[in-house]
């Protein structure tokens, strides 16, 4: 029952993780303002989990007419890091419950 419940945690917080890194890569493709109340709050808190990865490649900048879209491959690249990481911490927690 334990490792149920922990792996139903583990993965709550990850799907959360994850949306929040999906809002700022979609966001910033599109060009969202970044002055806007939510986008502000969305970039710095997805920024937390974005920005260890952040300097692996560089960001692709366009600027438009009206909005500046940034193609981020870092927050792709922590996206995925983050549903690995996620996958193999929940298996550490299972073979300690097999062997309980």
Known sequence: ????????VI???????EVLL????????LGANP???FVSFLYSAAGIFSAPFSGIFDSF?????????VFEPGT??????Y???AWGIV????LKASKI
């Open 76 to 81: 792709i690249i922590a996206s995925i890091v």
């Open 91 to 94: 298996g550490i927690i299972k």
């Open 83 to 85: 549903a690995i990481l």
């Open 22 to 29: 999906a809002f700022r890569f979609i966001f910033k493709f």
């Open 61 to 69: 900048v366009s600027p438009g007419l009206s909005a500046k879209s």
């Open 1 to 8: 029952l334990w490792y149920l419940n922990t792996r139903h």
């Open 11 to 17: 993965y709550y917080i990850l799907g959360t993780i």
């Open 35 to 37: 002055q806007n109340g």
